[in-house]
């Protein structure tokens, strides 16, 4: 327990923190697969005060999607979460040779293994507060060039030597920002790749950060058991929704076309629950007014009257039930001249 508090005083100060507050996220040593899942089993305790202003900050993230008035401490498995993310993006940085971050990405994807999704909506929308500024993540690069040559420095302030006496050695100093997205090209090889995997089953593990970032440039959107399981509550559903709203709409229907096309091939069973909530989702933007429209606009009444028709026939549904294999059919053959038999079954006709 004595050595296990150093590394969760780490990872709380200069990487929870951040990711919530704000600010310089940084990374050490690799913490390893072992000590990540040790941290949550163990129950390490965090800055009472710290955890505090963090609560407060993640009720602000959390309203976007509820109204809640209070938010867990870091979970049994959020420790975990935590430490696997440190050290994927330790594993990113240039220095690290390509051997050792094979290797760490190896034991990330082991440990990802052992670390479960959430049990309930309520421990999702936990685990949301904490990781949902994830992918906002950037590296601070600076390059400096002069007389004789050029280095670039990846998340490091260069030494005050090389840029001393700027003019006489014509010293140019560029700072970049490198997004989450590009953090492992740097470093050639296979590592973008395998970034990308670990990320992507990082993400699988906490399903509203997943959905609420559906439109991003990778790793590409999956319907995955986590995100479907949280599909399959009453509650999660409108939440799944209201996350899915966050991004822009056209990256996020791209992302869901290509997943939902993926998801209708393995014959899943749980296709009706993707589809009621796509179902969902377009009928509640049918209901939205523009801010364009006149206030007798016909053809607007038009739709919101009959999406929130369709609405109500929705709820009267306990359950989805369509047969995979014939709606792949239907879709291939034409999505809108078969549109009835689609919707058909939706509404069990």
């Known amino acids: ?50 955890l505090s202003r963090l609560g407060l900050a993640r009720i602000r993230v959390l309203r976007r999607l509820l109204p809640v008035d209070r938010a867990g401490d870091l979970g049994e498995h959020d420790w975990a979460l935590l430490a696997v993310l440190h050290d994927l993006l330790y594993a990113t940085h240039p220095r690290v040779g390509h051997r050792k971050a094979s290797q760490v990405f190896d034991e990330a994807l082991e440990a990802l293994k052992r670390i ?27 390059h400096v060039a002069w007389w004789i040559g050029s280095r670039t420095f990846a998340g490091l302030e260069p030494p005050a030597r090389l840029l001393a006496w700027r003019k006489v050695r014509r010293v140019e100093v560029e700072k970049r920002q490198v997004s989450v997205f590009a953090l492992a090209d740097s470093s050639g090889g296979d590592r973008p790749a395998a970034f990308f995997k670990a990320l992507g089953e990082w993400l699988a593990k906490t399903p509203l950060t997943d959905l609420a970032t559906a439109g991003r440039k990778g790793p590409e959107l999956v319907w995955t058991a986590p995100s479907i399981g949280l599909l399959a509550t009453r509650c999660g559903r409108p939440l799944a929704r209201r996350a899915l709203s966050l991004g822009d709409p056209t990256l996020v229907d791209r992302a869901l076309g290509r997943a939902t096309r993926a998801l209708v091939g393995t014959g899943s069973s749980g296709l009706g629950l993707v589809l009621r909530v796509l179902a969902d989702r377009h009928l509640h933007r049918a209901l939205e007014r523009r801010a364009d429209a006149a206030p007798d606009d016909d053809a607007l009444f038009a739709r919101q009257v009959g999406a929130w028709a369709a609405v109500q026939l929705l709820e009267q549904e306990a359950e989805v039930a369509i047969d995979p294999r014939v709606l792949r059919a239907e879709v291939e053959d034409s999505v809108w001249a078969k549109l009835d038999g689609v919707i058909g079954p939706l509404h069990g006709r």
Request: charged share 25%.
């Open 116 to 142: 479960p999704a959430p049990f309930t909506v309520a421990e999702a929308l936990d685990r949301h507060g904490w990781f949902s500024r994830v992918l906002e993540i950037t590296r601070s690069d600076t």
């Open 1 to 50: 327990m004595k050595a296990l508090q150093p590394q969760a005083e780490r990872l709380l100060r200069d990487v929870a923190a951040p990711l919530v507050l704000g600010g310089p996220l940084k990374t050490g040593p690799r913490i390893g697969m072992e000590t990540a899942l040790a941290l949550g089993a163990e129950r390490v305790a965090g800055d009472p005060d710290l």
